[in-house]
């Protein structure tokens, strides 16, 4: 990233990162890094393709780093689970961010993925609902931070990248459809 982007990306983000309760991330492991090295790793990514994109950085940047904005790990409680820690972390995002409704929609919708995974696969995670419809991103913004968080959890996780390419090539169709009116 040029200094003016990195300058602009922190503008957009500076008081998240600073925030007490999001450095509680760096606690956390997630898909064997730290929640805030992967949650800031996201951001960047989907600050970048929203630059590519032309939506609405403020709301990408701040959408991408507060994803996985839930405390512990996703196997500690049940609302931090596989298809469920996307409606904590949205809550958690209104509740110390205050964010957009578009930035807590984007924060709900990132793990959409694996709802359409989930259905074509019904044993997986065999406890948990998923629904298409709550689940399916709602604006350009959305589909970036689903994409993003697909793209750096693949580069993170080496020896799922067959799943996580199979994953991408699912979503991209339905990102087709979804667009081609
Ligand atoms: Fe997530
Ligand atoms: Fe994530």
New binding site residues.
């Given amino acids: 990233m040029t200094k003016n982007k990195s300058n602009e990306f922190d503008s957009l983000v500076s008081d998240i990162l600073e925030n007490e309760y999001f450095l509680e991330t760096k606690k956390d492991l997630h898909h064997g890094t730290s929640k805030y090295e992967h949650s800031l790793r996201v951001a960047k990514l989907s600050y970048r393709l929203g630059r590519l994109f032309k939506v609405d950085l403020k709301a990408v940047a701040r959408a991408g780093l507060l ?2 904005f839930f405390f512990g790990t996703r196997k500690e409680k049940p609302e931090n689970s596989y298809l469920r ?2 409606v904590t ?1 949205s809550c958690n995002a209104k509740r110390y961010f205050n964010v957009t409704d578009k930035e807590a929609e984007a924060i709900k919708t ?2 959409f993925h694996h709802v359409l995974l989930k259905k074509l696969f019904p044993f997986i995670n065999r406890h948990e609902e998923a629904s298409i419809k709550e689940f399916k991103p709602k604006s350009k913004e959305g589909w970036i931070i689903c994409v993003a ?1 697909l793209l750096v959890s693949a580069m993170e996780l080496e020896r799922f990248q067959f799943t996580y390419a199979a994953n991408v090539a699912l979503l991209l169709m339905f990102n087709v459809i979804m667009f081609k009116n």
């Fill in positions: 994803h996985d820690h996307p972390a990132h793990m968080d």
